[in-house]
């Protein structure tokens, strides 16, 4: 046995592994005694058997597999980390034990299955065993169903699920092993037992004998609930619970709670199969229903009703579907066939269950309208549908549809639909049926018992006595007060009868109701005892009232005696049982006369009537006397109130005995039992008499006293009817001004608003004004009670009527509804109040309810549906368009809308964005139209809303949330929860949709009280969010847990994980714990004080205060604030016994203390931070129309770190005099804490824009206030508003410019003139530029007037984006309809005018010919002539010197002229194109901006090359004949179109993104014009030099800036990129652009396309594959020429530079291929000569060994292909072009051509020259020309030089004279306009010399150090033309002077500088003209500014030559201009010494 000690060494795991059986034995033996050793469940030991224990149960020899089960059964009770092997080891044991032959192997195979259960992995055990169940082995099938019923008995039907179980069940019956079929008969028993009858309906198509026997199996399984004898681990305490009882001896009762919850209820329909059944109808079955013959409509009908005895259907789009079977009940003939599809809606109901509801509110009004069919069969197929339905919705769902067929005439209809009713309530509860429910429902009830026929009223009992059983009689009695006593015996009867479906519920309820049990009484007394009634009722659906069910007991505590001021509780008369009203039958006059008799004097009755006035009175007196000494239950009210209204009754003449007579009224009704009858007896003389001096305040005491009897509504009801039926105006007055008082003091419940409003509405239309100002009184009273609401009643009414009512509801706000005083004396009986309780609350919301609707149905016609579903998107727009006008028209629609939900719905997911947000805003608008009735359409119209939340499109997705809020704000949330539609659109995996409704959740779950339990359905879902791909979704799903967790409790969460994978789990629990840390509590009930303070029906708004004026009225001294109360008071728990009043001053008496230190927190980096989170879009951009909860949220938080804590409270107190105490305390510590102010600037800003839109005057007052006193310390402090602040704030204060008030107005127009002092005026100019397009008239002209102003104070240069552009838009508002706009833009533009003169007209463009002449006139009215700026002006924007009308055609007409002339020739200018005669902005010096700022803001610079520009700096000597004189003939015009386009050009290289994205559309739009494209020749350097400078702004600063938005930087580049295509299209342009531009453009153009950064963009690749584009077209359109040498030229820089890139240097390359390939077509139009010079001088730098050195191979080749290309195409003659190289040895040039033409040459054998003769002849001509072209290129060589210039114009002046016919056209083709129009001005010059034609004055000599910066460095240079003197407007010497400053600023010395070299130095050679590069531009632009500047020192003023200056300064004279001079020095001096 050698080996056997082999392996006896080997350790334990090794030995299980063994492939000897007897080592895996007895590894298996020493594995189990191992386990059952091991103490520690998590010990490292167990991980080693991880993958063996599969092996331990799979053993192929059966003695070791035996004892390798017994240890894998330990190693599963025993490892913590046995659960991962489930799967393995269960999948083994089925296949591999359970067909063993030995009966051990499978018990233990059992063990083990059950212990995995054990360990919490039941699923995955239950899945291999129903795997198992499939398998072909009978044997393992058995063993597998045993396992699976074991399991069952053991641990429940809780934990093994039997869903799947039942679904194989029927195939293991059809089995043709009996064996099989016989475990599956005891297994279907162990399920009967958990079960019972759910189990029939699945079983119901197996074998009848089969079904027979289980039966009788079933018959026999005992009644007892099964229990759960083996327990999860988890599930410990359950079992330690379990032991103890079955120690106490088997069940004892103790068990009954647990067991209840042990035994889930199972309903069948949960174990069905879903069946799919729309496939499955017939092909036809649409044209079939719609059949003439009622045979083939039965044969369609049949073959649905087949379909929908499924049980269960898959749920789908079964619209169509209802929608036909709906037509069939409703429309069709054949009774038989109505039946018919009744019962197949009815399958339908009942197969789809809750997923039928959003189908059910089209069908119910069908069936209840068709039971007026007699016949038996079809009325019960009807009512089965009905029920069926019912069960799929609620019965609020459909409360409008039954309520509405209630008044229906037909009896039959009203006796179903009240039985229907019947049946309905008896599947309600208490909390299901609220009151607000049967308030309704009874009201219709009441009608049907008092109805003709006896069935109608007998179906009436029996729903009024359901009604009664399940709500109780505490809710219903109310509502049966008026009925009689047979009645009600009769409804009580009924209820007794009635079975309730919810038994159990239903009983538990009525036991609370009946007084409470004795033993009970203690637990249930005070809050506790409520709070627990409360949840058992409040749990099914979110109940926003408080529940019906209350107990008796004593009243609780926590709420303030009545009388203190608990609001309105008993204000409405009970009508409970508790206070009957008195009913009384009206009596004779005979009977009164008898009662009245008996208890009054007989003097007193005889006197009544007596003539004599005195008499009378003195009756009075007696009767008044009789009636104070009367009791109360003898006083025949009626009777003495009859006697009163004898004759003269009311007519009394006499005004005494009339007082008397009302005081004696209103006795008799407050000390006696005073009817509705006798009320009726006097009310009629009491209005008459209320409106008459003397008697009118009896009169109304009178009426206070029957309203206290008779309870307000019913009095107040007559007393207006009567008021409004009669004539007298004063009486209407009086009695609405009754009315108002008494509401105050009775409060606002139980009054019929909607009477009043029509009767409201006749007084407002009164002619008489003070019934008109009492009615408006009135509203103001009502308002407070109803709230905006009530508004809605009056938008028809004319304007002015209703900015009365506004201004009065104005008033109102922020005040609460007094505590009412009256009406409780009589019923405030013990717990009497709380019946009340959801009356009082209904008032607000029910206003709504009460609006007029208008019925649509009608409008929404076939052919409307048909549009908008139309293929034409067109049409389908139209259609959506119709809808929304007659919504819009409606305003407020009844729910009934016929088709209109599915066609929206379809629209829904329309291909077109545009028309999905168009079905969106109508639904939207269809929630607000609607109201809460929209209810009936959450399922099938807002759910598909939902999924539109997964759109791509983020303005889709807004506009879908936007319309689901204003959804569930009508509906409620309970509907959207309800049912799985939520937890469907959940599942998709959308991110956008699961981020988004995840969002909506977060936001709507925690203001939830309860939630349908369906939102269970969700948790799975959140939890696959909780780990989805999307970090987004991640996010707002772990948002969303702690409000899930709030409603569902940890332990439901956490079970819900066990579907989870193991890892998955883990981390979800993980969040779980953290989310339960987090859980927030649920919101309270809501305060039930603060909603009764305000009689019940402040809205949310006021409740707030309304808690705060009970607070103070009530001494709360209770144990516990009720928790809304101490938050809205701030009056928290510390303050228990203090009474309200102190409450109210100190928010908390600790806090007082804190109160001393800074109210600002200075935050480091705060302020920047904020601003990187909004540019970043961490947080919301500030930018609403009214600001919605997040923002303020937002804000709040945000300054929770700056803000001291007890002033963030007054900030965000819900109550407006907080505000002003906030106010106040910021404007005390305003000048102490300027640093915290100015650090906490943007949010102290923000926070006051919240204030601008409270309504409250007097906190708008304080904001106002405070901003002057804020931006007057801000000027100080020399602050400048950033751009975020400015932002966030100004829009919001132009708003209030616009507001009614003129002080409030004024105030704001101060503010906006002192914020000019802290930001630019041209920046504010575009936020008031904005204002001026509100829809609100005084905005538009007050932001008009501040335009003018800001134009008067600042000049033109404030008009942004340009004064043309800004003109034109004010002058839209010459033509506006209201007056005062139109005033206000005609005088904003005289303002302009004067400042600006005849140019206005240019740049406003054309007007129509009313505006003008209006125009015309009012500037004629102000006569002003366009004088000098005025004073203020010089002052402050020095800047505006050149401005002043420099108009040439002006100054050239002299002013005799008379003003109309120029208007009208102005006019005809202006529709030229539009000219900027200001200083371009690029070159203006903002010196307020610079006089203000003293470093606070950072100088940031763009990296600009450093240029040695000290020379410009000495005064210069210009030649004279530089000057041009302007050619007479040269129009003015053009000099302004050149101005304007260098203007535009030099904004095309601003620092601002928006000013330069301006420039470039500007001049893309001239580019693409064809007319205008020719104004731009002459300036394609200049821009292209623009443009590639703004080019590397962005690659330098752009892209780096972190806060800048990355699409901005896009769109500038797409324009940039978009103009330039626009240019090179145009190839005359593209030709002007020179060498030097186009090699900085390519080199541009190259590192954008290498720019990784931008590829990074979203829309880089755009961008990139647009540059690709706009290069080839470069190389294609530009002069070939320039393009091929600036290639060479960037190409040899881009080698040498060491830093550049290869990559770079390769595209250069690829780019010159390109130019090759192109060659053959263009070889003739290129300047061969030249390009061989640049190839040469690369030749020299880069010899051959020094390129063969290169890294790559590249450049050789590139150089080799283009000589190679030029010899193919020109031969042996581009020998001759090597002309402009002076010594042609410096390079390899010359050798290698002759290489490449000697190759071709011997390739072409020697018929290359056959014509020798030829041959010679036409080289000897080439050598004389060639020879001519030398000196000719020598000659231009020194006119380029520097130094040689004037000798070189003299030699070709020189060979002119002597060649007379020399072409000297060649040399100067190629260069630049500069360069030829210098050599012509030459030339003559010397001529004019030489003839002696006229002395030069000396001043023309040219200093010799400034010769070359004159002069163009090279040929090629093409300077731009800023400063040709085409008579533009350039001041070099102001240019100057700004420069010094702006170098001093930024710390460059003037004085610094070092001598710039000679620029030929810059260049290799200087014999070697070289590339100009843009630098080299530069100089000459500002050589040519000097030039100006000279021809402006030099002007002589007095001859003609005024008209050529290229300054417009000349109108006056040079001391004003040297006077605004001195005044800039002064300024710049000031400047200067603060900055020390």
Known sequence: MGDDSEWMKLPIDQKCEHKLWKARLNGYEEALKLFQKIDDEKSPEWSKYLGLVKKFVTDSNAVAQLKGLEAALAYVENAHVAGKTTGEVASGVVNKVFNQPKARAKELGVDICLMYIEIEKGEAVQEELLKGLDNKNPKIIVACIETLRKALSEFGSKIISLKPIIKVLPKLFESREKAVRDEAKLLAVEIYRWIRDALRPPLQNINSVQLKELEEEWVKVSSAAPKQTRFLRSQQELKAKFEQQQAAGGDGDGGDDDEEEAVPQVDAYELLEAVEILSKLPKDFYEKIEAKKWQERKEALEAVELLVKNPKLESGDYADLVKVLKKVVGKDTNVMLVALAAKCLAGLASGLRKKFGQYAGHVVPTILEKFKEKKPQVVQALQEAIDAIFLTTTLQNISEDVLAVMDNKNPTIKQQTSLFIARSFRHCTPSTLPKSLLKPFCAALLKHINDSAPEVRDAGFEALGTALKVAGEKAVN???????????????????????????????????????????????????????????????????????????????????????????????????????????????????????????????????????????????????KAVELMER?????????????????????????????????????????????????????????????KCGNNAKEAMTAIAEACQLPWTAEQVVAMAFSQKNPKNQSETLNWLSNAIKEFGFSGLNVKAFISNVKTALAATNPAVRTSAITLLGVMYLYVGPPLRMFFEDEKPALLSQIDAEFEKMQGQTAPAPTRGISRHSGGSGDDGEEEEQEDVGNDVVDLLPRTDIGDKITAELVAKIGDKNWKIRKEGLDEVTSI????????????????????????????????????????????????????????????????????????????????????????????????????????????????????????TLRSVPSDLLLCVPHLYSCLEDRNGDVRKKAQDALPFFMMHLGFEKMAKATGKLKPTSKDQVLAMLEKAKANMPAKPAPPAKASSRAGGGAAPAKFQHASALAEDSGSNVAESKPDPKKAKVGGASSKTKGVQGKKVLNKPALKEDDDKSGPIFIIVPNGKEQRMKDEKGLKVLKWNFTTPRDEYIEQLKTQMSSCVAKWLQDEMFHADFQHHNKALAVMIEHLESEKDGVISCLDLILKWLTLRFFDTNTSVLMKTLEYLKLLFNMLSQEEYHLTENEASSFIPYLIIKVGEPKDVIRKDVRAILNRMCLIYPASKMFTFIMEGTKSKNSKQRAECLEELGCLVESYGMNVCQPTPGKALKE???????????????????????????GDQVFKLIGNLSEKDMSM???????????????????????????????????????????????????????????????????????????????????????????QHKLDDIFEPVLIPEPKIRAVSPHFDDMHSNTASTINFVISQVASGDINTSIQALSQIDEVFRQEDKAEAMSGHID?????????????YNTHMADEKLDKDEIVKLYSCIIGSMISLFQIESLAREASTGVLKDLMHGLITLMLDSRVEDLEEGEQVIRSVNLLVVKVLEKSDQTNILSALLVLLQDSLLATASSPKFSELVMKCLWRMVRLLPETINSINLDRILLDIHIFMKVF?????????????????????????????????????????????????????????????????????????????????????????????????????NTKEGLAELYEYKKKYSDADIEPFLKNSSQFFQSYVERGLRLIETEREGKGRIASSTGISPQMEGTCVPVSTHTVPSSIGNTNGEEVGPSVYLERLKILRQRCGLDNAKQEDRPPLTSLLSKPAVPAVASSTDMLHSKLSQLRESREQYQHLDLDSNQTHSSGIGTTTASPSSAAANIDDLKKRLERIKSSRK
């Open 633 to 693: 239950s003898e006083m025949p009210c009626q009777a003495l109130v009859r006697m009163l209204a004898k004759k003269p009754g009311w007519k009394e003449t006499n005004f005494q005995v009339m007082q008397m007579k009302l005081h004696i009224v209103a006795l008799i009704a407050q000390k006696g039992n005073f009817s509705k009858t006798s009320a009726q007896v006097v009310l009629d003389g009491l209005v008459d008499k209320v409106g008459d001096v």
């Open 1743 to 1843: 010899p051959k060994e020094k390129l063969k050195q290169c890294k790559s191979e590249f450049p050789i080749r590139t150089l080799k292909t283009l000589l190679h290309t030029l010899c193919k195409l020109k031969g042996p003659k581009i020998l001759d072009h090597l002309t402009m190289i002076e010594n042609k040895n410096e390079s390899e040039l010359e050798a290698h051509l002759c290489r490449v033409m000697k190759h071709s040459m011997d390739q072409t054998g020697s018929k290359a020259d056959k014509d020798t003769e030829k041959g010679a002849s036409r080289i000897e001509e080439k050598a004389s020309k060639a020879k001519v072209n030398d000196i000719l290129a020598e000659i231009f060589k020194k006119i380029g030089s520097k130094e």
């Open 1582 to 1594: 200049q821009f292209l030099i623009a443009t590639f400078m703004q080019l590397r702004l962005i």
């Open 887 to 1006: 919504i819009n028209d409606a305003k407020f629609i009844q729910p009934n809308i016929g088709e209109l939900p599915a066609a929206l719905k379809s629209r829904l997911n329309d291909s077109n964005k545009i028309l999905v947000q168009q079905t969106l805003s109508i639904l939207q608008q269809l929630a607000t139209a609607m109201g809460p009735n929209i209810k009936q359409h959450v399922k099938n119209l807002g759910i598909p809303v939902i999924t539109v939340l997964g759109d791509s499109k983020n303005n889709v997705r807004a506009a879908a949330l936007a319309t689901v809020n204003a959804w569930a704000e009508q509906t409620g949330m309970k509907e959207w929860l309800e049912g799985e539609d939520l937890s469907e659109e959940l599942k998709k995996e959308n991110p956008f949709l699961r981020q988004e409704l995840l969002g909506w959740l977060a936001d709507k779950l925690p």
């Open 1415 to 1505: 125009l015309e006139e009012r500037i004629k009215r102000s006569a002003k002539r366009p004088s000098a700026a005025p004073v203020r002006q010089a002052e402050e924007k020095p800047q505006r010197i050149q401005n002043i009308s420099a108009n040439a055609s002006m100054l050239r007409k002299g002013p005799a002229e008379d003003m109309s002339s120029k208007l009208n020739q102005n006019r005809s200018m202006g529709s030229h194109s539009e000219t900027a005669h200001t200083v371009p902005r690029e070159f203006q010096l903002d010196l307020d901006e610079i006089e203000n700022d003293n470093g606070t803001v950072k100088c940031e610079m763009p990296a600009l090359v």
């Open 1370 to 1396: 004010m002058a839209t508002h010459i033509g506006d309809r209201d007056n005062t706009v139109r005033n206000a833009a005609l005088n904003t533009i005289v303002t302009v005018y004067n400042v600006h």
């Open 478 to 624: 109310p509502f049966l007060a008026d009925v009689d006593k047979l009645k009600l015996d009769r409804i009580k009867e009924c209820a007794e009868k009635v079975e309730l479906v919810y038994g159990k519920k239903t009983g538990a309820a009525e036991k609370k109701e009946s007084k409470p049990v004795a033993g009970k009484t203690p637990t249930l007394s005070g809050s506790a005892g409520d709070k627990e009634l409360k949840d058992t009722a409040a749990k099914p659906g979110p109940q926003k009232k408080a529940p019906a069910v209350k107990p008796g007991g004593p009243p609780k505590k926590g709420k303030p005696a009545a009388a203190a001021g608990s609001g309105g509780a008993g204000a409405k008369g009970k009508k409970g049982p508790e206070t009957k009203e008195i009913a009384e039958s009206e009596l004779s006059i005979e009977v009164c006369e008898e009662k009245a008799a008996a208890v009054l004097p007989a003097s007193c009755i005889q006197q009544l009537d007596s003539g004599n006035w005195k008499e009378r009175l003195a009756s009075m007196e007696e009767f008044q």
